[in-house]
């Protein structure tokens, strides 16, 4: 079965970097990563297919996403982190296009900015 593997989450002070990553074993055409905060719905952070990579408003400039096919694992570079950016990110994989929602979901890594 399907499964993405979270890593690299932790605390952190403001302005401040993190990496995550994910290791998978389903290679889907979107993969992406998506945070919830407590209390708020679950939002899209960044995604990447084989034509682009988006992001969210309040991340760009500050996060970067890559994948690295040989080794089977996502990142999300973070940099600049601010105490908004704590919550609980998730690794996702979909098979269409990234406009679609995600089939695939890892359990998580707690981010936490202070």
């Known amino acids: 079965h399907v499964q993405l593997v979270e890593s690299g989450g932790g605390s952190v002070q403001a302005g401040g970097s993190l990496r995550l990553s994910c290791l998978y074993n389903h290679r889907g055409n979107c993969m992406g990563w998506f945070r919830q905060a407590p209390g708020k719905e679950r939002e899209r952070v960044a995604t990447i297919d084989s034509n682009s990579i988006s992001y969210a408003d309040a991340v760009k400039g500050r996060f970067s996403i890559s994948k690295d096919n040989a080794r089977n694992t996502l990142y999300l570079q973070m940099n600049s982190l601010k105490p908004e950016d704590t919550a609980n990110y998730y690794c996702?994989?979909?098979?269409?296009?990234?406009?679609?929602?995600?089939?695939?979901w890892g359990k998580g890594a707690q981010v936490t900015v202070s």
């Open positions: 996702a994989a979909g098979n269409g296009p990234c406009r679609l929602a995600m089939a695939y």
